[in-house]
């Protein structure tokens, strides 16, 4: 009896030893589960970070590609879309082409065709005669340089509008575009060759009239700059007289009877003198001796402050211009009289501009007088 007891005591033994056992397995299983599910939830909290950055990074590139689109057009880029947007090459989808030479000359050089120079001798004075009637304006600073142009041309018949810079050229241009030409200094004070060139390429009204550079720079930045600001032509300095023949040429069409059309109406003074060419010809006669220094008197009294006697002078003049068809002088003998009471810029100026086309009328009428 007391065996059976001693054997059911070591089998319940056992079996608390078992359930033990398997409790301790039960929960060892359950803390791996949980590491486990830890490990899992840690991965996918990182996933979901990784996820969430790369969505902020794809929501934020947009907003930075909108930023640079509304990125303020600079000076240059200005530039770039007037020219690529200029309706000019359809098509081209906001490409860019290199450009051979600046726009500003290309859009010049099509408002005039150069003609081709043909072979020549050594040119003199008396070439230049084969331009007699174009006009020129020509800024210049140099008072000896001006002296030296103008004793090339003094009898060639060529009419020279002188501007001491930028700002007299420009100032010459409004009241006066009449020109086949602008020999343009490149170094001058208060405004320089090249902003004024700049200034006349801006103006359509003077997109007919081609400019040449004139300067002692050859380097080739320099002519690169030159032709940037609108000029079409370098001549260099010391001037020479080929190569100013040769510019005369290609861009002026040499006519040489342009004179006797523009300053002098030969057929309104006949007319005017009852159809008696012999009598219109003695009126020009009178005109020479009485008026060939009336630029002299004018400067002398406008310098003096004799604004009375001035303004007699010219209003005399105005009769006499009338009355042998010099009508281009007329009007510019009436617009100085208007201007005797303002600034001495403009009294000046058209001072300048009287001297000059004086100097063409009277040339005009000795050839008239000995051509007939």
């Given at each position: 009896?007391?065996?059976?007891?001693?054997?059911?005591?070591?089998?319940?033994?056992?079996?608390?030893?078992?359930?033990?056992?398997?409790?301790?397995?039960?929960?060892?299983?359950?803390?791996?589960?949980?590491?486990?599910?830890?490990?899992?939830?840690?991965?996918?909290?990182?996933?979901?970070?990784?996820?969430?950055?790369?969505?902020?990074?794809?929501?934020?590139?947009?907003?930075?590609?909108?930023?640079?689109?509304?990125?303020?057009?600079?000076?240059?880029?200005?530039?770039?879309?007037?020219?690529?947007?200029?309706?000019?090459?359809?098509?081209?989808?906001?490409?860019?082409?290199?450009?051979?030479?600046?726009?500003?000359?290309?859009?010049?050089?099509?408002?005039?065709?150069?003609?081709?120079?043909?072979?020549?001798?050594?040119?003199?004075?008396?070439?230049?005669?084969?331009?007699?009637?174009t006009r020129i304006l020509i800024a210049e600073d140099n008072v000896i340089n001006q002296k030296v142009i103008q004793g090339l041309l003094a009898e060639s018949g060529i009419e020279i509008v002188m501007a001491d810079d930028g700002i007299d050229a420009?100032?010459?241009?409004?009241?006066?575009?009449?020109?086949?030409?602008?020999?343009?200094?490149?170094?001058?004070?208060?405004?320089?060759?090249?902003?004024?060139?700049?200034?006349?390429r801006m103006n359509p009204e003077y997109a007919h009239i081609p400019v040449i550079a004139l300067s002692g720079d050859t380097a080739a930045d320099d002519v690169r700059k030159m032709h940037e600001a609108g000029m079409v032509e370098h001549l260099e300095?010391?001037?020479?007289?080929?190569?100013?023949?040769?510019?005369?040429?290609?861009?002026?069409?040499?006519?040489?009877?342009?004179?006797?059309?523009?300053?002098?109406?030969?057929?309104?003074?006949?007319?005017?003198?009852?159809?008696?060419?012999?009598?219109?010809?003695?009126?020009?006669?009178?005109?020479?001796?009485?008026?060939?220094?009336?630029?002299?008197?004018?400067?002398?009294?406008?310098?003096?402050?004799?604004?009375?006697?001035?303004?007699?002078?010219?209003?005399?003049?105005?009769?006499?211009?009338?009355?042998?068809?010099?009508?281009?002088?007329?009007?510019?003998?009436?617009?100085?009289?208007?201007?005797?009471?303002?600034?001495?810029?403009?009294?000046?100026?058209?001072?300048?501009?009287?001297?000059?086309?004086?100097?063409?009328?009277?040339?005009?009428?000795?050839?008239?007088?000995?051509?007939?």
């Amino acid at each position: 009896m007391e065996l059976l007891t001693q054997y059911q005591n070591e089998l319940l033994g056992l079996l608390l030893l078992f359930v033990l056992l398997y409790l301790i397995f039960i929960i060892q299983r359950n803390k791996k589960n949980q590491v486990k599910q830890k490990d899992v939830e840690k991965v996918e909290d990182s996933s979901l970070v990784e996820v969430q950055e790369r969505q902020d990074q794809t929501q934020e590139e947009p907003q930075e590609q909108e930023e640079v689109i509304q990125e303020p057009l600079t000076e240059e880029k200005k530039e770039v879309q007037e020219i690529v947007l200029d309706g000019s090459e359809e098509g081209d989808f906001g490409v860019i082409e290199e450009e051979k030479e600046p726009a500003t000359t290309k859009v010049v050089k099509e408002a005039y065709k150069k003609r081709d120079v043909p072979a020549h001798q050594k040119i003199t004075k008396d070439d230049f005669k084969d331009f007699q009637g174009t006009r020129i304006l020509i800024a210049e600073d140099n008072v000896i340089n001006q002296k030296v142009i103008q004793g090339l041309l003094a009898e060639s018949g060529i009419e020279i509008v002188m501007a001491d810079d930028g700002i007299d050229a420009l100032e010459i241009l409004q009241h006066d575009d009449d020109f086949a030409l602008i020999l343009m200094d490149a170094h001058m004070p208060r405004l320089d060759g090249f902003e004024t060139t700049k200034k006349i390429r801006m103006n359509p009204e003077y997109a007919h009239i081609p400019v040449i550079a004139l300067s002692g720079d050859t380097a080739a930045d320099d002519v690169r700059k030159m032709h940037e600001a609108g000029m079409v032509e370098h001549l260099e300095k010391p001037l020479k007289m080929d190569a100013l023949y040769d510019v005369l040429y290609a861009y002026t069409s040499a006519q040489e009877n342009d004179t006797l059309n523009t300053s002098l109406d030969t057929e309104e003074g006949v007319y005017i003198c009852g159809g008696d060419e012999n009598f219109y010809k003695e009126i020009l006669q009178e005109f020479l001796s009485n008026y060939t220094d009336s630029s002299e008197k004018l400067s002398k009294l406008i310098q003096t402050n004799q604004l009375q006697e001035a303004d007699r002078l010219l209003l005399d003049i105005i009769g006499v211009t009338a009355n042998i068809g010099a009508i281009k002088l007329t009007q510019i003998a009436q617009e100085l009289k208007n201007a005797l009471s303002t600034n001495n810029d403009k009294k000046n100026t058209l001072l300048q501009t009287y001297t000059t086309e004086l100097t063409t009328l009277i040339h005009t009428i000795n050839t008239y007088l000995q051509d007939k």
